[in-house]
């Protein structure tokens, strides 16, 4: 089993900043890519921002709300991803949720955090 534990979540005013991280442990697995969701109540999630490695290259890319003022990164060797969120506005109020597509074994599966909430508010 591999869990992944977000943090970094909370209150921030308009145009500030936040980042979140999100750590995977377990045995014997290989991350294939990361990324990071986002859910407000009544709507579905979203995908913000994605990150593959591919040999020594990262590839990355955002949802456009969120393109130039979000940075998504890893570390592989920690099997951590991080999101670092500039600008924040208060459409960016929501639940912030990590996702890794994990091979283990022969068995391919995407696994969740447990969600971190971020708010923009003054």
């Known amino acids: 089993q591999v869990q992944l534990v977000e943090s970094g979540g909370g209150l921030v005013q308009p145009g500030g900043s936040l980042r979140l991280s999100c750590a995977a442990s377990?045995?014997?697995?290989?991350?294939?890519?990361m990324g990071w969701y986002r859910q407000v109540p009544g709507k579905q999630r979203e995908l913000v921002a994605a990150?593959?490695?591919?040999?020594?290259?990262?590839?990355?890319d955002y949802v456009p709300s969120v393109r130039g003022r979000f940075t998504i990164s890893r570390d592989n060797a920690e099997n951590t991803v991080y999101l670092l969120m500039n600008s924040l506005k208060p459409e960016d109020t929501a639940v912030y949720y990590c996702?890794?597509?994990?091979?283990?074994?022969?068995?391919?599966?995407?696994?969740w955090g447990q969600g971190t909430q971020v708010t923009v508010s003054s």
């Open positions: 377990g045995s014997e697995f290989t991350i294939l890519s």
């Open positions: 996702n890794a597509d994990v091979q283990k074994g022969l068995l391919r599966r995407p696994y």
């Open positions: 990150i593959q490695t591919v040999g020594v290259t990262n590839y990355v």
